[in-house]
C-alpha cells in the first residue's frame, strides 16, 4: 500500500472508531435517563440507592466517553484532508485508543506504525511544511531573489575564529 492509501484507511478507521464510541454515548445517555426516572420512584425503600450516586456516576460514565469521542473524529477528519495537524491529532487518538482492548489498541499500533514509520515521516515532513510556510511568507512580503546568487554566499559565510586576547600573567 502506498503513503495516501494509508492515510485514506487511518482517517476512515478513526471516523469508525469515533463512531462507535459515540454510539455507545447515546446508549448511555438512554441508560441512565430511564435509570434517573425510576430510581426516585424506588427509593422510598430502605434499600434503594440514592438518586445522587446515579448522577455522579453517570456524570464520570459520559464524560470519560466523551474524551474518548471527539479525538478519533479530529484525526479522521485531518487525515483524510491531509492537515499537517492530523500527525499530533492522530498520535493523541492512538494514545488515548490504546486503551479500549482489543480494536483500539489495533488502531493505535497502527496509527503509531504509520505516523512513525519512513512513509508517515514522507507524506507528514516539517521540511516540505517549512518549505511551504517559507514560500507563503516571500509571496506576502514581496521578497525578490538575488540576481546574484553568489552575494548570498557570502552573506552565509560565517566569520573566521579569531582567539580571545590571553589573560595578563599574574605569577
Not at 425510576?38 to 450516586?53: D, M, N, Q, V
Not at 460514565?61 to 487525515?79: C, H, K, S
Amino acid at each position: 500500500m502506498q503513503a495516501e492509501e494509508h492515510n485514506k484507511l487511518l482517517g476512515i478507521l478513526h471516523l469508525v472508531y469515533g463512531g462507535m464510541h459515540a454510539l455507545s454515548l447515546i446508549v448511555m445517555l438512554f441508560v441512565f435517563a430511564i435509570l434517573g426516572a425510576t430510581i426516585p420512584f424506588a427509593s422510598s425503600g430502605a434499600k434503594a440507592p440514592p438518586a445522587g450516586l446515579l448522577a455522579v456516576i453517570a456524570i464520570i460514565a459520559l464524560v470519560f466517553t466523551l474524551v474518548l469521542t471527539i479525538p478519533p473524529f479530529v484525526a479522521g477528519y485531518g487525515f483524510l484532508k491531509r492537515k499537517q495537524w492530523s500527525k499530533v491529532a492522530g498520535a493523541i487518538s492512538a494514545g488515548l485508543a490504546l486503551i479500549s482492548i482489543p480494536m483500539g489498541t489495533a488502531l493505535g499500533v497502527y496509527t503509531f506504525w504509520f505516523l512513525f514509520g519512513e512513509k508517515g515521516r514522507q507524506m507528514y515532513s516539517p521540511n516540505e511544511f517549512s518549505w511551504q510556510v517559507g514560500q507563503m511568507r516571500d509571496a506576502l512580503h514581496g521578497a525578490r531573489r538575488p540576481a546574484n546568487w553568489n552575494s548570498l554566499k557570502k552573506a552565509d559565510k560565517k566569520p573566521e575564529y579569531i582567539p580571545p586576547a590571553q589573560p595578563p600573567d599574574w605569577r
